[in-house]
C-alpha cells in the first residue's frame, strides 16, 4: 500500500517507481466512486466510472504507467490548451490576448453570468468555454475541417501521430449544445466571434471530440515542461514564450472553478477535460537531484468519475499525492 515518507535516493529505479505508482492507482480507486460521469453531453455517461489510469512521462525516456491506460477517451476541454496554442502559433499572441482575457472566472466553465460582468465583455480566459469558442473563430480556415486541420497537426506533432475525433461524442455534443450556442449567439452580440458562428462550434464540438490516451496526454504535458521543446529529438513544438503562458493559464484557470485550491495543494500546471482526463505539467526542479523526474515529466491521467466542477475526483487525489511525494510544486 502506498507509504509514507521514501528514501528517493535509494529507491529511483524504474521497477521500484513502477510498483510505487501501481500502489497508488489502487490506492485512489476506491476514490471513484464518490464521483459521477458527466452525463450533460449524454454519451459521455457511458464511460465506467471506476477507472483510473495514469502516465508519467520523462524527459530522460522514461516512462511510468499504470492502472487503466489502454482507453481512448475525448479530450474535451483539454483542447482548449492546443486551440489556445495554435491560435497564438498562427496570430501571434497578442493578438489572441487583445480579445480573450487571462483572468481565472471563479464560475463555472460554462458559465454564461460572467460574460456580462466585464466591459468590453471580452471573455474571461482561454479555458472556459466563451474564452475557448473565441480562440475556435480566430483559427485560420473557413470550415471546420480547416479550422481543426490546425489544431490535429499541432497534435500530430505533439504526440506522434494523427488524432481521431470520436464522431458518437461529436453529435451527442452537438445535438445537446444549447448551452454553447448561447454563449456563441452572446459572442455574436459582443462581436468576439470572428468567424462563422456555426463553423466555430462545429469545430469546438468536433476538438473536444479528439480521442486521445493518458500516454499522448504525458506527452503533451512533458513538452509544456520542456518549455514547448520535444525532448526526445529537441525540436521545437511550441515557441517558448507561448509555451510558458499557456502553463501559467493551465495553473490560474486549468481546472475550472477548483484552479485555486489545485495550485495551492498541488502546485502544478494543469488542464482537465469532463471526460475525465487531465494533462499535468511538472517543470524541472532545481532542489535536491535525488527526486523522481528531476528534470521535469509530462502526466497524464483519466479517470471519468468527477467531482461537482468537472475534475476527475481519483485522478486529482492521484496528482496530489504524487506531487507531495516527489515535491513536484513548483512554488
Ligand atoms: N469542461 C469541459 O471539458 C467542457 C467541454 C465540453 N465539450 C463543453 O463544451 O461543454
Not at 70 to 96: H, L, N, P, R, W
Given at each position: 500500500m502506498v507509504q509514507g515518507t521514501v528514501n528517493w535516493n535509494t529507491q529511483l529505479d524504474e521497477k521500484w517507481l513502477q510498483n510505487y505508482v501501481d500502489d497508488w492507482v489502487t490506492f485512489y480507486r476506491?476514490?471513484?466512486?464518490?464521483g459521477e460521469v458527466a452525463s450533460?453531453?449524454?454519451?459521455?455517461?457511458?464511460?465506467?466510472?471506476?477507472h483510473l489510469g495514469i502516465a508519467i512521462h520523462g524527459k530522460n525516456g522514461l516512462k511510468i504507467c499504470s492502472g487503466d491506460v489502454d482507453i481512448s477517451f475525448t479530450i474535451q476541454s483539454i483542447s482548449k490548451v492546443i486551440s489556445f496554442i495554435a491560435a497564438c502559433m498562427e496570430k501571434g499572441v497578442s493578438y489572441v490576448l487583445d480579445r480573450v482575457?487571462?483572468?481565472?472566472?471563479?464560475?463555472?466553465?460554462?458559465?454564461?453570468?460572467?460574460?456580462?460582468?466585464?466591459s468590453p465583455n471580452?471573455?474571461?480566459?482561454?479555458?472556459v468555454n466563451a474564452g475557448a469558442i473565441t480562440v475556435t473563430s480566430m483559427l485560420?480556415?473557413?470550415t471546420p475541417k480547416e479550422k481543426l486541420e490546425t489544431i490535429l497537426v499541432l497534435l500530430e506533432r505533439m504526440i506522434g501521430y494523427r488524432p481521431i475525433v470520436n464522431q458518437e461524442v461529436y453529435q451527442s455534443e452537438y445535438e445537446t449544445s444549447a448551452r454553447n450556442r448561447a454563449i456563441g449567439y452572446y459572442l455574436v452580440e459582443t462581436g468576439?466571434?470572428?468567424?462563422d458562428l456555426e463553423v466555430t462550434l462545429e469545430t469546438y464540438f468536433q476538438q473536444c471530440s479528439i480521442e486521445a490516451t493518458v500516454e499522448d496526454l504525458a506527452r503533451i504535458g512533458l513538452i509544456l515542461a520542456n518549455d514547448?521543446?520535444?525532448?526526445?529529438?529537441?525540436?521545437?513544438?511550441?515557441?517558448r514564450q507561448i509555451a510558458r503562458i499557456t502553463k501559467a493559464l493551465m495553473l490560474t484557470?486549468?481546472?475550472?472553478?477548483?484552479s485555486g485550491k489545485f495550485a495551492t495543494y498541488v502546485g502544478i500546471p494543469a488542464k482537465s477535460g469532463v471526460s475525465g482526463g487531465i494533462v499535468a505539467v511538472a517543470p524541472p526542479r532545481?532542489?535536491?537531484?535525488?527526486?523522481?523526474f528531476i528534470e521535469g515529466c509530462g502526466i497524464g491521467v483519466y479517470g471519468p468519475a468527477l467531482e461537482n466542477r468537472g475534475n476527475s475526483i481519483a485522478g486529482m487525489k492521484l496528482l496530489k499525492h504524487i506531487a507531495s511525494q516527489w515535491d513536484l510544486s513548483i512554488f
Amino acid at each position: 500500500m502506498v507509504q509514507g515518507t521514501v528514501n528517493w535516493n535509494t529507491q529511483l529505479d524504474e521497477k521500484w517507481l513502477q510498483n510505487y505508482v501501481d500502489d497508488w492507482v489502487t490506492f485512489y480507486r476506491k476514490d471513484t466512486k464518490e464521483g459521477e460521469v458527466a452525463s450533460y453531453i449524454p454519451i459521455l455517461a457511458n464511460a465506467n466510472p471506476c477507472h483510473l489510469g495514469i502516465a508519467i512521462h520523462g524527459k530522460n525516456g522514461l516512462k511510468i504507467c499504470s492502472g487503466d491506460v489502454d482507453i481512448s477517451f475525448t479530450i474535451q476541454s483539454i483542447s482548449k490548451v492546443i486551440s489556445f496554442i495554435a491560435a497564438c502559433m498562427e496570430k501571434g499572441v497578442s493578438y489572441v490576448l487583445d480579445r480573450v482575457d487571462v483572468e481565472p472566472t471563479g464560475q463555472a466553465f460554462n458559465s454564461i453570468m460572467h460574460l456580462e460582468m466585464k466591459s468590453p465583455n471580452k471573455p474571461f480566459n482561454p479555458f472556459v468555454n466563451a474564452g475557448a469558442i473565441t480562440v475556435t473563430s480566430m483559427l485560420k480556415g473557413d470550415t471546420p475541417k480547416e479550422k481543426l486541420e490546425t489544431i490535429l497537426v499541432l497534435l500530430e506533432r505533439m504526440i506522434g501521430y494523427r488524432p481521431i475525433v470520436n464522431q458518437e461524442v461529436y453529435q451527442s455534443e452537438y445535438e445537446t449544445s444549447a448551452r454553447n450556442r448561447a454563449i456563441g449567439y452572446y459572442l455574436v452580440e459582443t462581436g468576439f466571434l470572428e468567424s462563422d458562428l456555426e463553423v466555430t462550434l462545429e469545430t469546438y464540438f468536433q476538438q473536444c471530440s479528439i480521442e486521445a490516451t493518458v500516454e499522448d496526454l504525458a506527452r503533451i504535458g512533458l513538452i509544456l515542461a520542456n518549455d514547448g521543446e520535444d525532448p526526445n529529438n529537441e525540436e521545437e513544438v511550441i515557441p517558448r514564450q507561448i509555451a510558458r503562458i499557456t502553463k501559467a493559464l493551465m495553473l490560474t484557470c486549468g481546472m475550472y472553478d477548483a484552479s485555486g485550491k489545485f495550485a495551492t495543494y498541488v502546485g502544478i500546471p494543469a488542464k482537465s477535460g469532463v471526460s475525465g482526463g487531465i494533462v499535468a505539467v511538472a517543470p524541472p526542479r532545481v532542489r535536491s537531484s535525488e527526486l523522481p523526474f528531476i528534470e521535469g515529466c509530462g502526466i497524464g491521467v483519466y479517470g471519468p468519475a468527477l467531482e461537482n466542477r468537472g475534475n476527475s475526483i481519483a485522478g486529482m487525489k492521484l496528482l496530489k499525492h504524487i506531487a507531495s511525494q516527489w515535491d513536484l510544486s513548483i512554488f
